[in-house]
């Protein structure tokens, strides 16, 4: 069997398991965000915390909700890595430093898992499983949490009414992430990798040192890592280390894990907005965004061009041979479209133009399908745009899912469009026009100027994955970074709950004869070119100085 081949029956492979699960996993969901009955270990959980599951939220309350339970995750991650010298369990690693445990406190609970450190070589067993895993279920259901409330924005009528954020976060942790990482992690197991809690061992020596591994608990992680679109993983090498993926098959399971939820979360918001067919409209939307940067990014790694990558099949450098290209490019093409950040080969080492195709991934917003929640959210406010384009086009006022998309609306829109590209190209300008942090540049010209857009992209986008040639485990790196991920995180939450909030408030509006057919296959190539050509204009000059200019030199 050729490469391409094996990459396109993989392709087919993974949509045929997404496409199986989709309508149960999303029905699911759905009655798990409706239902009216708690468990009874939710209302432990509810006592300890002193929440009340019932009490309804406004827009504000709900958003106070998520910033006072992100901000007290940062805190105890911090201090956590701070005091990992004196714990136990800490494998004779120290403290990590302030700015360091900064990042990383950041990082995870923002759902990026931006890491700037060797896993295996920094973070003891506590830090990883008490810390880090933790943040890995949280900060997804903070995701999800807030998706839904949008969605309840657009069901709902003169109510503001959003939810409860307590409940929505208990419930997204304990009946859909806990469960479906039990059962992958098992899965994962028997496959190989690795599971344990055993201390560092040296396994050889060779001239000049000595070679050493560590135990950790690498299948659990690995499971909700990919499950939550987290991406920070124990191993340096992340997804490429046979500890933490050690065969085809297991790719393909965590390619899978990272796009289920997304991808069926359009079959929530279609229940419960009462129209299933708005719910394939949004799928239709991220499907074939999805699988044209996957068609894509095999393209250009697949092209045979030199006597080497004729050799090899194709640009093999910086891949696992054991995952391919196909493998590696149907991964590395997931984990940006959503907010992983995950990796099983290096994209410092794609091709020009294969770099250039995941760092766009990014640049769309992260929306097809997008991270858990995040990706939703995102999809519903370009959804929210244009609408607004059609009304411009046939002069009439704009509407999506019965309610009125006014001058309100649209600047909330606008404002959570402009948050994340502005982000990025300030602090890559900053990095670039200031002495010290060139320095930090593994590679000169175009591909070194990719290497910093690339990390300040992944960053603001909450994304967490590198082109590791940057040495970014720097005072300025590690503090502007851990400042991108905060407002990339938590600003565009604002403005989606705040359009959640004026939504509600709202009375539906009648469907007439020139409502706008938001469930049509015409609205869905409408959605596609506004994503595109508003993501073009905004970052073309800077993909132009970059993997542009390297994939056509």
């Known amino acids: 069997m050729g490469p391409v081949l094996a990459g396109v029956l993989q392709l ?56 006072a339970f992100s901000f007290a995750g940062v805190l105890f991650l911090y201090l956590l890595q701070r005091l990992q010298g004196v714990l136990p369990g800490s494998l004779g690693f120290s403290s990590v430093g302030p700015a360091q445990s900064f990042n990383t406190a950041v990082s995870f609970v923002t759902n990026t898992n931006w890491q700037s450190y060797a896993g295996e070589q920094t ?29 309840r924005g657009f069901a709902r009528s003169r109510s503001g009414d959003l939810g409860n954020f307590w409940a929505d976060l208990v419930r997204g942790t304990l009946r859909i992430l ?120 095999m393209w250009t790694e697949f092209a045979h061009h030199g006597p080497a990558l004729q050799a090899a099949g194709g640009a093999m450098e910086g891949k696992e041979v054991r995952f391919g290209i196909g493998g590696s490019s149907i991964f590395a093409v997931t984990t940006t479209l959503t907010s992983t950040g995950a990796v099983d080969s290096f994209h410092s080492s794609f091709t020009g133009l294969g770099g ?21 959210y995102g999809m519903l406010i370009m959804a929210v745009i244009a609408v607004f384009i059609a009304g411009l086009m046939v002069g009439r006022t704009p509407e999506y899912l019965g309610k009125k998309i006014g001058a309100r609306e649209m600047k909330l ?4 469009l402009l948050v994340t590209p502005a982000l990025v190209l300030v602090f890559t300008a900053a990095s670039l026009a200031l002495p010290t942090p060139p ?38 790196f590690n503090t502007t970074t851990g400042l991108a991920m905060l407002l990339g995180r938590f600003l565009p939450m604002v403005f989606v709950l705040a359009l959640a909030g004026s939504l509600a408030g709202q009375r539906p509006v009648p469907v007439t004869a020139g409502t706008l057919r ?25 993909l132009a100085l970059g993997p542009l200019a390297e994939g056509l030199a």
């Open 12 to 67: 087919l492979a993974l949509i045929g398991a997404l496409a199986l699960v989709h309508v149960p996993f999303g029905t699911y969901m759905a009655r798990v965000y409706s239902s009216k009955k708690h468990l009874r270990v939710e209302r432990w959980i509810y006592r300890g915390i002193g929440a009340d599951p019932d009490a309804r939220m406004t827009w504000p309350a709900y958003l106070r909700g998520v910033l």
């Open 178 to 297: 806990v469960p479906v990482a039990v059962l992958a992690a098992v899965v994962l197991v028997a496959c190989g990798a690795l599971q344990n809690f055993s201390g560092i061992h040296e396994v050889g020596q060779f001239a000049g040192g000595r070679q050493q591994w560590g135990g950790g608990a690498y299948a659990s992680q690995e499971v909700i890592k990919e499950l939550g679109t987290n991406g920070g993983g124990v191993a340096n090498a992340n997804s490429a280390h046979p500890f933490e993926n050690p065969t085809p098959f297991t790719n393909l399971l965590e390619i899978f894990l990272i796009l289920v939820i997304p991808f069926s979360l359009t079959r929530t918001f279609g229940v419960l907005v009462g129209n299933v067919k708005q719910g394939y409209a949004i799928l239709g939307t991220m499907a074939g965004i999805w699988l044209g940067f996957v068609a894509l990014m």
């Open 518 to 542: 938001t469930e049509k296959p015409l609205f869905t190539g409408l959605l596609v070119g506004a994503i595109l050509i508003i993501t073009g204009l905004t970052y073309f000059p800077a």
């Open 439 to 476: 320095h930090s540049m593994l590679n000169p010209g175009a591909h070194g100027f990719s290497e910093v857009l690339y990390a300040f992209t992944s960053a603001s986008n909450n994304n967490g994955s590198a082109f590791a040639g940057l040495n970014a485990n720097t005072d300025w």
């Open 413 to 416: 829109a606008a404002c959570y």
């Open 356 to 376: 250039g195709i995941t760092m766009l991934g990014m640049m769309l917003g992260e929306i097809a399908p997008g991270g858990v929640g995040s990706g939703l």
């Open 123 to 151: 973070m003891g067993h506590v830090v990883q499983t008490v810390g880090l895993a933790v943040q890995n279920f949280v900060s997804a259901a903070v995701g999800m949490a807030v998706a839904v409330a949008l969605v």
